[in-house]
């Protein structure tokens, strides 16, 4: 984890590959859209920026690139989304049934996947296949307003540093004006 910068708080992670020889190296960031973000050029050159001081490393020369994947995962908290159409069932990331901690929807499917393929097959053999019908057939995701409120706990709102940094120079301000008490001799 870095310091909190451009409000936004910055995590990282590292998992061993090929048997250990090489790393997959992560950053992530929880967000909203707001326009005073990073846009994702700034987030990539942030991420090489600081590569080499989270690899304990002195530069980027000392780092031999495979593969660089980069993107962003959209999020919903009103999900999974209910179907927009008769005969279109949206599932996995196209659905938003996603975990806000891990993202993705991949996982989500495929945790549900026999209850899911039963469904599906059941509306298909029935023609069970409107919007309507569709909409039954989703996830079940009890913990998932839990996981939303620890996202929101690892998320830095727009102009909040700017905030606490403010609030800290003012009580600095505030302890310079207080009387020294004179030792008495």
Avoid at 80 to 95: C, H, I, N, W
Wanted: charged residues 20%.
């Amino acid at each position: 984890m870095t310091d909190a910068s451009a409000d936004m708080q910055l995590f990282w992670e590292a998992f061993p590959a090929e048997g250990g020889k090489a790393r997959t190296t992560y950053m992530f960031a929880y967000s909203d859209a707001e326009p005073s973000r990073p846009n994702f050029e700034q987030l990539l050159d942030t991420y090489f920026t600081l590569l080499p001081s989270y690899q304990n490393i002195p530069n980027l020369q000392n780092i031999k690139f495979k593969r660089v994947l980069f993107g962003g995962f959209p999020c919903f908290s009103k999900s999974p989304l209910k179907p927009g159409f008769d005969r279109v069932l949206q599932l996995g990331d196209a659905s938003a049934s996603q975990s806000p901690l891990s993202f993705g929807g991949f996982g989500s499917l495929l945790r549900h996947l026999p209850r899911l393929s039963q469904s599906i097959g059941h509306a298909l053999r029935a023609d069970r296949l409107t919007k309507g019908d569709l909409a039954w057939i989703h996830p079940y995701q009890p913990s998932l307003s839990a996981s939303w409120l620890f996202q929101r706990s690892m998320s830095i709102g727009v102009g909040q540093l700017q905030q606490s940094e403010q609030h800290q120079q003012e009580q600095e301000q505030e302890q310079e004006k207080q009387p020294v008490a004179a030792a008495a001799s």
